[in-house]
């Protein structure tokens, strides 16, 4: 299990993934999960995998190395073409090309594994700009098809979802300050780590400021980060002083 989160507010785009992946308490390991697909001045496009490690990494390998055209190709002799994320001219192009990337997939790789009774399902955010078009952010599903974020919730999870969703449902607005939604992001991803051994860091993130030109800033958040062990040591302390401020239910008895 990973948690992935993307967040498409005013400012930009943010994605965040970390990097364990595990076979069982006594085989865990790190694994880059957050992807740059493609970064020139033209396009700039990430993605996010959760899921099946074989199923993710086979996704990643077609879009850069050309999707198979076939069953039901617009014209026959586009059959057995191959096309790769460097080519779509719209972010939605772009998510339908990872959608068909998922399906074939899931019709080699998830057939070999079903056969063994183990689950292939993978699911996939996938971020980025093209040309002048504005960022865009869209949660790609293990059957293939995609919804796209929007302002009523502008943000999108994907793996172990629930220990880091109630801070970002009470805080994260479109108008949230990319430094405030990248702090309360570190935030989500503290509580999943602290309840869930399945997620751990580094943590790998990408911030794609919306303006024309912006190139995206990339950074890995190690295990001895500074900031990072800072920001969760000073929320478990201002958590346990927020607590001690709220009155004890007034209708129980008398315990002491």
């Not at 999108?156 to 449902?169: A, M, S």
């Not at 040591?233 to 927020?242: E, H, S, V």
Request: proline share 7%; with cysteine.
């Amino acid at each position: 299990m990973t948690y992935c989160l993307g967040m498409l507010l005013d400012a930009g785009l943010i994605m965040i993934a970390d990097t364990r992946t595990n076979a069982g308490v006594d085989d865990i390991s790190s694994y880059r999960k957050l992807h740059c697909l493609v970064d020139t001045p033209e396009r700039c496009i990430f993605a996010a995998s959760a899921g099946n490690l074989s199923t993710t990494q086979m996704v990643i390998s077609l879009l850069r190395e050309g999707v198979p055209t076939r069953n039901g190709a617009p014209d026959a002799e586009d059959e057995g073409l191959l096309r790769t994320i460097a080519e779509p001219t719209t972010m939605f192009r772009a998510a339908q090309l990872v959608g068909d990337a998922v399906r074939f997939a899931n019709d080699t790789v998830g057939k070999a594994l079903a056969a063994l009774k183990i689950s292939a399902s993978s699911s996939i955010l996938l971020g980025g700009r093209i040309g002048n078009q504005p960022p865009a952010l869209y949660l790609i599903y293990s059957a293939g098809n995609f919804i796209e974020c929007k302002a009523d919730v502008p943000f999108f999870q994907i793996g172990e979802t629930k220990y880091g969703r109630p801070i970002l449902d009470r805080v994260i607005r479109t108008s949230t300050p990319l430094g405030e939604a990248v702090k309360i992001a570190f935030l989500s991803f503290d509580a999943s780590i602290r309840s869930n051994l399945a997620v751990g860091l580094p943590l790998d993130m990408m911030i794609l400021p919306n303006r024309t030109g912006a190139r995206p800033y990339q950074r890995r958040i190690e295990v001895n980060d500074p900031y990072y062990n800072d920001l969760s040591l000073r929320w478990g302390d201002l958590l346990n002083d927020a607590a001690q401020t709220i009155p004890d239910p007034p209708f129980l008895p008398d315990l002491d």
